[in-house]
């Protein structure tokens, strides 16, 4: 009695295991099936915001029909005293364009700020009177586009020169669900490195993404890639670099709150550079 006893109860044990084991073989090739759909929806997505940035970028460069040179802000201080030269060089050089040069001019502000609220340097303040002597005339033979985020900041006289203002908007629902889906693609399923460690998102979905979505409004493109970064660096405490929802909503709540704290610093530090430096 006890030996058939114990037949029947290893019998039980091994159907036991055989169960276990069959769920979790399925469980888990469910979870791939998830995954990969999930790569092929986010390579879809990432396929077409591409496609729309490189047809808008050809459309505005064709439309435009002019020879293009870029520059920042920031790289007229490491100039010193040889920024007046260059600068002459640089529109001398634009004239001889044949079609006529759009001059871009990136972080702007970080070179055309006001000589009344900013303590700049002697070379910095003889660059940009340089600067305002090439641009006093309407010309013909160049575009000067400037890019910026602290528009507030620019000279009196640069203000006078432009002649239409353009504002690029914080994302709207619908782009930062791209952005989302094009940076989780980036920062967590192929992040860019060699020794960089892939994430695997498997409960984490269209429901969940439409919740980020909501949550991140008021979020510009890159404040988006710095919470993907974030959800990358989140997972390395996680089991096989598979984060749950709980660390991913956590993440996402903690980097609001350091933009929050990020925004107090901002506007208590430009209070005081208004009220001090005169």
Wanted: overall charge negative.
């Amino acid at each position: 009695m006890n030996r058939h006893e114990a037949m029947r109860r290893k019998t039980t044990e091994y159907e036991a295991e055989l169960r276990t084991k069959t769920e979790l073989a399925k469980t888990m090739a469910e979870a791939d099936g998830r995954i990969k759909q999930e790569r092929e929806n986010h390579d879809l997505i990432l396929e077409k915001v591409k496609l729309e940035a490189i047809e808008k970028r050809d459309t505005v460069l064709k439309a435009i029909g002019l020879d293009f040179a870029v520059f920042t802000g920031g790289d007229i201080a490491p100039l010193g005293r040889d920024a007046v030269t260059e600068l002459h060089k640089l529109f001398d050089w634009a004239k001889t364009s044949r079609k006529g040069l759009l001059l871009f001019v990136d972080e702007a502000d970080a070179f055309l700020q006001s000589r009344e609220t900013n303590r700049i340097s002697e070379d910095q303040r003889n660059a940009l009177n340089a600067f305002l002597f090439r641009t006093g005339t309407e010309s013909n033979e160049f575009m000067m586009v400037y890019a910026s985020n602290q528009p507030s900041q620019f000279d009196g006289a640069i203000m006078d020169r432009i002649d239409e203002m353009v504002e690029f908007g914080l994302p709207p629902a619908h782009e930062r669900k791209k952005m989302i889906a094009m940076y989780i693609e980036k920062h967590l399923l192929n992040p860019p490195g060699r020794w960089a460690t892939k994430v695997t998102t498997v409960d984490i979905g269209d429901e969940e993404i439409e919740r980020v979505v909501e949550e991140t409004e008021g979020f510009s493109g890159r404040a988006i890639s710095k919470l993907a970064i974030a959800w990358h660096a989140s997972t390395y405490g996680t089991d096989g670099a598979i984060p749950d929802q709980d660390t991913f909503f956590k993440t996402v709540e903690h980097h609001k709150k350091s933009m929050s704290q990020k925004d107090d610093w901002i506007t208590t530090e430009r209070a005081n550079m208004l009220t001090t430096d005169r």
